[in-house]
C-alpha cells in the first residue's frame, strides 16, 4: 500500500498564493506519475498538473503560468505553488500518485483531499 500525506490549502483571497504538499510513503516501487487533481462542486475531478515518468510535466491550461509543480525525489514528495488564485481555482485538490510495479502495471493512488477556497 502506498500512504499519501497531504497538507496546505486553506482560505486565501483572489490575487494571493497557496501551496500544497503531498508525500508518498510506503510500498513505492517506481512512480509513473505524481501531482494534483481537483474537484469542484457539481464538476468532474479533472488534472491540475502532474509529473510524468518522462520527466514532463503537464498543466491545464486554466492554471498555466500561475501554478508550478516541484518535486523532491528523494522524499517522494511534490509540491503545487498556487500563485494568481482565482475564485474558479476553489475546489477540493486531491494529490495522485501512479505506482508502477515490476510487471509494468500502474496503481493508483489518491490523497484524502485538502480544501482550497478562493473568496473575492
Known amino acids: 500500500q502506498v500512504q499519501l500525506e497531504e497538507s496546505g490549502g486553506g482560505l486565501v483571497q483572489a490575487g494571493g498564493s497557496l501551496r500544497l504538499s503531498c508525500a508518498a510513503s510506503?510500498?513505492?516501487?517506481?512512480?509513473?506519475?505524481m501531482g494534483w487533481y481537483r474537484q469542484a462542486p457539481g464538476k468532474q475531478r479533472e488534472l491540475v498538473a502532474v509529473?510524468?515518468?518522462?520527466?514532463?510535466?503537464n498543466y491545464a491550461d486554466s492554471v498555466k503560468g500561475r501554478f508550478t509543480l516541484s518535486r523532491d525525489n528523494a522524499k517522494n514528495t511534490v509540491h503545487l505553488q498556487m500563485n494568481s488564485l482565482k475564485t474558479e481555482d476553489s475546489a477540493v485538490y486531491y494529490c495522485?500518485?501512479?505506482?508502477?510495479?515490476?510487471?509494468?502495471?500502474?496503481?493508483?493512488?489518491w490523497g484524502q483531499g485538502t480544501q482550497v477556497t478562493v473568496s473575492s
Open positions: 509529473f510524468t515518468s518522462g520527466s514532463s510535466t
Open positions: 495522485y500518485l501512479g505506482n508502477r510495479n515490476a510487471l509494468g502495471h500502474v496503481y493508483p493512488y
Open positions: 510506503g510500498s513505492i516501487f517506481s512512480i509513473n506519475a
